[in-house]
Each structure stands twice: as C-alpha cells, then as structure tokens.
C-alpha cells in the first residue's frame, strides 16, 4: 500500500525564496491552464488536450518575456501543476456522471498566493536526493535541513514540498509499503464515537475527549482580538496572524498525536474493529458544530482503516440509521425515543445499560452480522432455486 511520511523542514533564508519562487511558477502555471481551459470554452471550443496544454503554458510561455522566469525553477515543478490540475478536472467529470462515489466535486478553482497551504511536488524524473548528511537535496533549490522523527521503510517514489498558514515547511513523502502483519489475536471490538467521551469501547473501556480546541479558546481569542485591532496590510498584522496560525497548528498537531497514538493502540489490541458510518457533515451544521470539528471523527477513523489494513486487521463501518443507541443489547428492544440527555437507562427485560457501552456493543453486534452475511453471499429467491421434478412431471411422460 501507499503511505505519505511527512518530516519538517528547516530552510535557509535564500532557500525560503527560492522556494517561495518555486510556488509562484507553480501557482501561475496552473493558473494559466485553468484560465485557457475556461476561455476555450466560453468561445465554443474542443476541449484543449494535456500535450497541447503543456505546450503552450509551459513550453511556449519560457519563450515570451511575460513568462520567462518560469525557466527558474524546476520543469518537473511546473508539469505536476498541470497534472493536478488535470485530476481535478477528472475528479469534477467523473462526480457529475456519477462516476465517482461520494459528495459531488466543484469544477478546479484559481489558485492565490494568499492561499493558506502552499506545495509544489518533485517526481523522480526531478531526481531530488537524500544525501548522505540527511539533507534534502531539491533541484534548483538546494540541500534542506530535515528533522528525521524515523526512517523512511523504502525509497520514496515522489516529495511534496508544503508551506503552511504557520509559516513552517514540511517534506511529504510518499512511499510504497508492504504489509506488516501483526500477530494475530482473539479479541474484537466496536466503537461508539462521542462528545462526552471521545470514544467508548464494547468491552467497556472509555477514551475522554481532550478537547484541544476548547482549552485553547481563551488564548486564542486574545490573539485574534489583537490581530483585528492592527492595520489591513502592515507589518505587524501579519505577524499577528501568524500568531493565530501557529495557535491553531498546536491545537492540529496535538489532535492528531492524540489520534495516531488511540488508533494504533486499538488495532493493535483487536483484530477487528467496527464502527459506525457517521454523518460527521450534517452534525457539524447543528449547534454542535465546533464539538464535533474538535473531536475530529473523520480523520480517526481514517487513521484505523488504513492501519487496520497496514497491520492485518479487519475494519468494518456499519450503517449510520442503525439504531445502536436505542436498542437493548440484551433482549433487543429498540426504545421509540432517546434524547441525547439520557446517559442511563432501564429496559423492559430489566437490563440496566449505560448508553454509550450499550451502544458500543449493539455496533460490535451489527459489524458481526453484517460480516457474516457477507460471508454467506446473496440469499436467492424462493422462486430461482431448482425444485426436484415430480414423477411424471418432465415431458413425454406416460
């Protein structure tokens, strides 16, 4: 499987600008492409073609003294702008005609060099290099200081470059990695995800919410009353904003420690884990909105699927309208009602559940169920199964 290893970067002060140089090329590049793809359009025009795309903003624009500094920088740099911009394309053709799965996706939009996230993304055609210091070595921009947290397991087939809204630089690698089994073990699980508590286990265990977000909140109030009392456009607004920016990179950073060291705790305790399909979209429009972006469910769960898959584990999601809260996970009563007030109740067979284990192990039951039936294959109806014929029955009988 494919596997992205993010490291932080530490370049020098000509570094930054040749970098900072890099994204401009790559910004305009993508830009001009988008831009003749929309006029081609709008005049009624074929479809222009990726050859001819490139060849008349990359290859052709060099030679026009408006574009000449695109030749600065890497060509590789500039042709994986264009390919992104191609998949963006794909991804927005294949969303309206039902090809892809999942939200429909909105047609590419023009980037800004005020844009929060910067990247620029180096092929092995562009032959960067880790040297034998540990630097980065990147064409046209030099060998950059890496912090190595570990080692890379196999050599990476491509490095995304990224600066983001913090001012920080990371190396994204990404890296073909084979499976690493773990040893197998006996003990499965489902998991309730929640508010109160992060997430609770079927076997009863009970993961509190940190809630980076929420404890950072005075903090960052004060940081951002003082980045709106300073002046549009001076300097020191945008060292306030950057102020901001780091706040809410610690809160990230810490969120997603928390997540990486849960998940992998899990899958290495259990063989499988369930979860339910949650509508993370719709909650975060109610009035718990900035609880639920502060959990961060979505990227959890990403986390325990691509692991589970890493490790040998098997990762199950069951629907989202199962009732796992309402149903007795005794006797199977499903209560018409249950607000989310009630931590506790008492079923009419005398079972006494706490709601959130309640409803981790009526999940670990549904994920159970749904496997096996998977397992079984498709039922076939009553009136497609051969039937013996009757004495007699078959033609030319006396």
């Not at 999942?102 to 990247?119: E, I, Y």
């Not at 002046?231 to 990486?260: L, Y």
């Not at 549904?366 to 009136?383: E, F, H, K, M, T």
Request: net charge positive.
């Amino acid at each position: 499987m494919r596997l992205r290893y993010n490291f932080r970067l530490y370049p020098t002060p000509g570094q930054r600008q040749a970098l900072a140089r890099a994204f401009g090329c790559a910004r305009v590049v993508f830009n001009d492409a988008l831009r003749a793809r929309q006029d081609a359009r709008e005049r009624g025009l074929p479809y222009i073609s990726d050859g001819e795309l490139s060849k008349r903003v990359i290859t052709e624009a060099k030679k026009t003294p408006e574009r000449s500094w695109l030749g600065e920088v890497s060509a590789v740099v500039l042709q994986q702008a264009l390919a992104d911009l191609n998949t963006a394309y794909r991804n927005f053709f294949h969303s309206i005609t039902g090809r892809r799965t999942g939200p429909n996706v909105a047609p590419p939009r023009f980037r800004s060099r005020k844009d929060n996230r910067q990247a620029i993304r180096f092929t092995r055609n562009a032959r960067f290099a880790i040297t034998a210091g540990g630097r980065l070595r990147l064409p046209k921009i030099g060998d950059v200081a890496v912090r190595w947290s570990r080692d890379l397991p196999a050599e990476p087939s491509s490095v995304t470059v990224v600066k983001d809204a913090a001012d920080r630089y990371f190396a994204s690698f990404v890296v073909d990695v084979a499976e690493q089994p773990l040893p197998p073990v006996e003990r499965e699980t489902g998991i309730d995800l929640g508010l109160g508590h992060f997430a609770v286990l079927s076997n009863g265990r009970k993961i509190d919410a940190p809630r980076f977000l929420r404890r950072a909140e005075w903090k960052l109030h004060t940081l951002q009353r003082a980045l709106s009392r300073k002046q549009k456009g001076s300097s020191n607004r945008a060292k306030a904003r950057q102020k901001v920016a780091r706040q809410h990179a610690k809160v990230a950073d810490a969120r997603r420690e928390f997540h990486h060291r849960e998940s992998t705790k899990i899958i290495r305790e259990n063989q499988t884990v369930i979860v339910e399909d949650l509508a993370v979209k719709g909650l975060a429009r109610t009035r718990l909105a900035k609880s639920v972006h502060d959990a961060g469910w979505s990227a959890f769960v990403g986390m325990l699927e691509y692991k589970a898959a890493l490790y040998g584990r098997t990762f199950h999601r069951i629907n989202r309208w199962f009732p796992s809260s309402k149903l007795c996970s005794a006797c199977g009563t499903v209560t018409a009602t249950m607000p989310l007030s009630v931590r506790e109740w008492t079923c009419p067979c005398g079972a006494v559940h706490d709601r959130d284990i309640n409803a981790a192990r009526n999940i670990l039951a549904a994920g159970r169920a749904d496997r096996l039936n998977a397992c079984r294959g498709p039922v076939r109806p009553p009136s497609a199964v051969a039937q013996p014929a009757e004495a007699g029955s078959h033609r030319g009988a006396a």
